[in-house]
C-alpha cells in the first residue's frame, strides 16, 4: 500500500488534505478515488486513509483507521559510525533505517579519512535517503541523520543510552551476545563502530572509561559499512524486534 | 596480515612456494624477508608463514604454525537468493562473505525481473567477489557462489539442510527468532528469500509442502538485497557465531 509521511498533510475532522510534493507523488501513482494509502505521522502512528479526490490543487482523503505502525522496534537502538569513505554512509543509512535504527549518527574518529566537508548539503542528502528508506520498508518514524561531532561528541551520545556498546576488533572484549542477551529489556542502545581503518587504541580505552561495553562480533572483520548493520541486527535479533 | 588462498601454493616439506597472481601480489605489498603472512588452504586451515625470498620468479616462505582458521562458524549457512536486478547480486556476495555464509546460490522464480543470462561470465565474477571478501574478511574458506536453477532447484538444496528457512512477508508464519532459538544445534542451514517482487503465494505454499519454515522477519519490509544479510546476521547470532 502506498506510503507517506505527513510532511505536507493536514489532518482535520476526520479528512487528510495533502499539497505539495506528496500530492504529486499520489498523482504520480495514479491512485484512484476509493483506493487505500497509509499516512505516518512520523512519529509511530499510522493513519488509513481512503483517497477521495486529487486534483491539481490538493488530496483528500477519508481517514478510516488509525493504528500505532507495527514496524516500529520496543527498542531505540542509536547507530553512531565514524565517517567513512564516499557513499558507504549512504548505505549505511539505509540498511540501518530498514533494520530498524531509530537514529544514524557520524562522527570523526582518528583513523577517519574522510573529511566533513558541506556538512549542511549531506546532512540534507543524508536525511533523504532516510525517508526514502523509512517510507519503503514501512516505518513509522523518519530516523534522524546527524553529526556528532569528535570521538567525545559520540561518546556523549552513547554513554546515555541504557546500554552502550562499543564494537572493536581486537584485545579484551566481551561477546556482543552476551552482553545483548543480558539486557534484554533496555529501551534504549546506543551502537559506536569504527571508519575503515577502525578505532585507535586509545579511543577505546577512553570508551571503556566511561562505561561503554567493548564487544566482540567474532573473528570474521567486517568492512565498516557492513559492521553497524549486523550490530544493529543483532540487537533487533537480541530484543525480539526481528520477528 | 597479508591473507591469502592456495590457489598458486605448494607446501613442501614445512616451506610454502607461491607463483602466479598471488606471488605478484606478495611483491606488491612489499612484504620482507622475515614478514609474516597467513596462506590459508581453502578448507578452514591457516598456514602462517614467514616470507624468505621474493623474487620474479616465484615467492618462497617458511611454515611456521598450522592453525584452524578462527573466523569459521560452526554452523554451515546456504543463503539462496531469487535472482535480483543489477549489482544488487555483488552487493549479497559481499555481505555474506563477510556475515559467514558457507555459500550463496541464486534462482529463478516467478517474480524475477532479471534474466540469467551469461551466467558463465557472472559467476566467474561472482566467485572473484567472493574470494576478495574472504581474504578482506579473515575467511577459512572461498564461499561458493552457484546457480540453483528454477525455484524447484532452490528448494532441492535447501530440503537437504538440517534446517531450511523461507523469508516470507505476509501470512501465516513462524518468527525467526523462535525457529532459530528452537535449532542451535543444527550443523546445516539453508535461507530462502525473494527477488524484488518477492515470492508468489504459490511458491510459498510449495516451500511449506517441502518443510521449510514459513518465517516472519518483523513487520519491516527489507529490500531483496538486505534480507538474506540480515538473515544470515540472525541465523549467526542464534548459532552463537557473532561472538
Known amino acids: 500500500m502506498a506510503r507517506f509521511f505527513m510532511a505536507g498533510t493536514n489532518i482535520l475532522g476526520g479528512m487528510a488534505i495533502m ?85 544514524i549518527m557520524f562522527f570523526q574518529s582518528g583513523r577517519c579519512v574522510a573529511k566533513p566537508q558541506n556538512m549542511e548539503k549531506k546532512l540534507e542528502r ?21 553529526w556528532a561531532g569528535d570521538f567525545a561528541g559520540a561518546l556523549d551520545v552513547a554513554v546515555k543510552k541504557e546500554l552502550g ?14 552482553v545483548l542477551d543480558s539486557s534484554k529489556d533496555v529501551k534504549s542502545i546506543a551502537l559506536l563502530t569504527g571508519p575503515e581503518g577502525g578505532f585507535e587504541e586509545f579511543e577505546t580505552k577512553l570508551a571503556k572509561i566511561a562505561g561503554l561495553h567493548i564487544c566482540s562480533m567474532g573473528e570474521r572483520i567486517l568492512r565498516c559499512e557492513t559492521a553497524p548493520v549486523v550490530a544493529l541486527t543483532a540487537a533487533m535479533y537480541a530484543t525480539g524486534n526481528l520477528a
Do not use: N
Open 165 to 178: 556498546i562499543f564494537l572493536y576488533e581486537a584485545g579484551e572484549r566481551e561477546a556482543l551476545s552476551q
Open 19 to 103: 499539497k505539495g510534493r506528496d500530492a504529486d507523488h499520489v498523482r504520480v501513482l495514479r491512485l484512484r478515488p476509493g483506493e487505500d494509502m497509509i499516512i505516518c505521522d512520523g512519529k509511530g502512528t499510522d493513519y488509513k486513509c481512503r483517497l477521495v479526490k486529487a486534483d491539481k490543487e490538493q488530496v483528500e482523503a477519508e481517514v478510516i483507521e488509525v493504528v500505532k505502525c507495527p514496524a516500529e522496534p520496543t527498542v531505540k537502538v542509536s547507530v553512531l559510525c565514524g565517517l567513512p569513505k564516499g557513499d558507504k554512509t549512504d548505505y549505511i543509512i539505509q540498511k540501518c533505517v530498514e533494520a530498524g535504527a531509530e537514529e
Open 126 to 146: 543524508w536525511q533523504r535517503i532516510s525517508e526514502e528508506a523509512a517510507k519503503q520498508s514501512g516505518r513509522g518514524i523518519i530516523p534522524q541523520v546527524s
